[in-house]
């Protein structure tokens, strides 16, 4: 969702560069491509009523970063998932590392990974050169978020339990 906020930065919240940049590229049939239109035409609005036009995430998107972050650290206070627990010892030193880099702009453990993997993506996207360890690094928090990820919805749709 924070590139999809970025892509609609990127069109100016114009809803025909929306149209042009973004659902175009679709190929769907008409009645897809409205609700397409629709949902990041609404996700603009909800952005711009928001007063994050230039920067930030839609509460939505940080409220659920803040209970992935709380679902992160029952699973490592309970002990119930040995994976998650070997998987969050691997990446400790290197959250912590990236949390005290991040300074105040970064809320929790679970939102520093995402803003790790997030920038190497940007990086990427730019083919700028990642060093060998910065991707050991974020492959390393791509495991153990997909791994949350993972029992978390399973704990959303009661098939998990601490």
Known sequence: MWQVEDLLRACDFNPEL????????????????TEITDWYNNLALMMEKEHIR????????????????????KLIERQSDGEYQRLYQMNSEAISEFVRKSGKSVENEVESCLNALYGVLLLKLKN?????????????????????SARYIQFENDDFEF
Not at 56 to 72: P, R, Y
Not at 128 to 148: C, Q
């Open 18 to 33: 929306i149209e042009k940049k973004l659902v175009s590229r679709f190929n769907a049939g008409e009645k897809t491509n």
């Open 54 to 73: 230039a920067n930030g995430h839609l509460q939505v998107i940080a409220n659920l970063v803040n209970d992935l972050n709380v679902f992160h650290l």
């Open 128 to 148: 700028s050169k990642i060093s060998p360890e910065t991707m050991r690094t974020v492959e390393g928090f791509g495991r153990m978020i997909g791994h949350l």
